[in-house]
């Protein structure tokens, strides 16, 4: 699998974040646009995710003999307090960044299993690392796809498979307008002073994001042509910050009360 041209199977839904590369990357007939050749596996955007009849990782295997990389990069973002997100609306993300990614798993995995190569790509957020008042739900979403990534790392890892959980900063891509943003109403007076500072923040920043896309497919893309893949990818310096700042935050904590966890042995 390594060293030879790559067949990638994207799964999931479209997303936004993907609209801004094809036409511009890779270059017709590199390494890097043979490894982009797909077989799409495409699961409904909204509602319970499911893989459909005649979009399944047979119709890739028919046209390319084998499944060499999965991306699982459906996903949307509502905006609001925790408070103020309603059952339905949680409900419906984690059908889509969840369980849209269980279901595309389930369908690819044992193609992969078989094979004793793949990589996996779970394209997550730094969001799914450091979350955000205004944030919350969508980062629990993609906290979850971090817990199953670090799981999924160890199960698939004896058998040749690689996972990589990707953490994009801001990307400037159409993420944040309508298209890919619920916003939930703010509803609850006290929770302004908390979440409407994010609430502004993202409205302001659409269109303004520091990241190229391009660049980041390209750095997804190469991820793969590696022989030993990271677990985590952070895209962007705002990715690297965010992370760097959580990591300083826990280990202060940590340091801080450490004789309270240390007091509960037996």
């Known amino acids: 699998m390594r060293g030879g041209p790559r067949r990638s199977a994207p799964c999931g839904a479209s997303h936004p974040r993907s609209r801004a590369v094809p036409g511009s990357w890779p270059p017709r007939g590199s390494r890097a646009d043979a490894a982009a050749q797909v077989a799409r596996v495409r699961c409904p955007g909204l509602g319970p995710a499911r893989c459909t009849a005649g979009s399944s990782p047979e119709a890739g295997l028919a046209e390319f003999g084998r ?6 990069n459906a996903g949307y973002g509502p905006v609001g307090a925790v408070e103020e997100t309603s059952d339905r609306a949680a409900r419906a993300l984690f059908d889509v960044n969840v369980f849209g990614v269980l279901n595309t798993l389930r369908a690819t995995l ?13 394209i997550g957020s730094v969001g799914g690392f450091a979350t955000a008042p205004a944030a919350g739900l969508y980062g629990a979403s993609k906290f979850a796809l971090e817990g199953i990534s670090e799981a999924l790392h160890g199960e698939l890892a004896p058998l040749g498979v690689r996972v990589t959980i990707v953490e994009p ?26 979440a409407g500072p994010v609430r502004e923040a993202l409205a302001h ?16 893309v190469d991820i793969t042509e590696v022989t030993e893949p990271p677990l985590r990818l952070q895209l962007g310096a705002d990715a690297i910050e965010r992370v760097e700042a959580k990591l300083d935050r826990v280990r202060r904590e940590l340091d801080e009360w450490r004789h309270v966890a240390l007091s509960t042995g037996i």
């Open 205 to 220: 920043h659409d269109g303004r994001q520091p990241g190229d896309p391009v660049k980041a497919a390209k750095a997804i």
């Open 67 to 72: 499944i060499g990389v999965v991306v699982n």
């Open 110 to 122: 044992p193609t992969l299993r078989a094979q004793r190569s793949g990589h996996v790509l779970n």
């Open 169 to 194: 900063g801001g990307l400037r891509t159409d993420f944040l307008n309508s298209s890919s943003m619920r916003v939930e109403p703010a509803s609850i007076a006290d929770h302004v002073v908390g």
